[in-house]
């Protein structure tokens, strides 16, 4: 596709719901990054898929954050039982390879943004 | 670890003067540099990286960052700001080794030009 493309857009939630988010990387990438962004603050990191593997889930806040990325392209967060704490702008990114070279650079679909009520 | 500290949440400035926008980053570790924009509702945009090479780098929309390893900082640049810049403005650091290539930033830092 022509971007990281994410859905959805908006998402409310009663406490308690569970909820999924989707993202669609950039065809052919390898790397698929998850963040979570708090109002007015940075980007934080969640975790990190390279092809269907998930290599880095330190940053996922608890055990009610699950995601995957069966098929090395899509990948899903869900999260179970949503609680307050838990709205956010949650960011998709994917690079093209697994490097500390330049063919990292990350490219970010516009976001969900959760709200728990 | 590393982290970013971006000590500006808002630089006001009027359209066609020159802004500069702070970072200083710690870590344990080299590492890569990068800014990224980030319009209302929108997700980020790369603007400009330091991987190596060059101090001074160039991106786009006639931004431009210079890398002072002795200084630790990233402060990002522009001699003449548009209306069209206003944004939040992310600096980020992720490690040349060690695996993986996830990205710390900074709290961000608003830039409203005004007329």
């Known amino acids: 596709g022509a971007g990281v493309s994410q859905s959805p857009r908006y998402k409310v939630a009663k406490r308690g719901q569970d909820v999924a988010l989707r993202c669609d990387p950039i065809?052919?990438?390898?790397?698929l990054f998850w963040y979570q962004q708090a109002l007015g603050q940075g980007p934080e990191f969640l975790t990190y898929?390279?092809?269907?593997?998930?290599?880095?889930k330190s940053g996922l806040p608890s055990d009610r954050f699950f995601a995957e990325r069966p098929e090395g392209s899509v990948s899903t967060l869900k999260i179970q039982r949503t609680q307050q704490e838990d709205s956010a702008v949650y960011l998709c990114?994917?690079?093209?390879?697994?490097?500390?070279?330049?063919?990292?650079?990350?490219?970010f679909g516009p976001g969900t943004r959760l709200t728990v009520l | 670890a590393q982290s970013v500290t971006q000590l500006d949440s808002q630089v006001p400035v009027f359209e066609e003067a020159p802004v500069e926008l702070r970072c200083n980053y710690s870590?344990?570790?080299?590492?890569?540099l990068f800014w990224y924009v980030q319009y209302p509702n929108q997700g980020l945009q790369l603007l400009l990286k330091?991987?190596?090479?060059?101090?001074l780098v160039k991106g786009i929309n006639g931004f431009e960052a210079e890398f002072n390893k002795s200084q630790t900082s990233f402060h990002l640049r522009k001699p003449s700001v548009h209306i069209s810049d206003t944004a939040e403005y992310f600096c980020?650091?992720?490690?040349?080794?060690?695996?993986?290539?996830?990205?710390?930033f900074g709290t961000g830092t608003q830039l409203k030009v005004e007329l």
């Open positions: 330091y991987l190596s090479g060059s101090t």
């Open positions: 065809s052919g990438h390898v790397s």
């Open positions: 870590s344990s570790v080299s590492v890569y």
């Open positions: 990114a994917s690079s093209l390879r697994f490097s500390s070279g330049s063919e990292n650079e990350q490219f």
């Open positions: 898929f390279q092809n269907e593997a998930q290599l880095d």
């Open positions: 980020a650091v992720n490690k040349l080794t060690g695996g993986g290539n996830k990205l710390t």
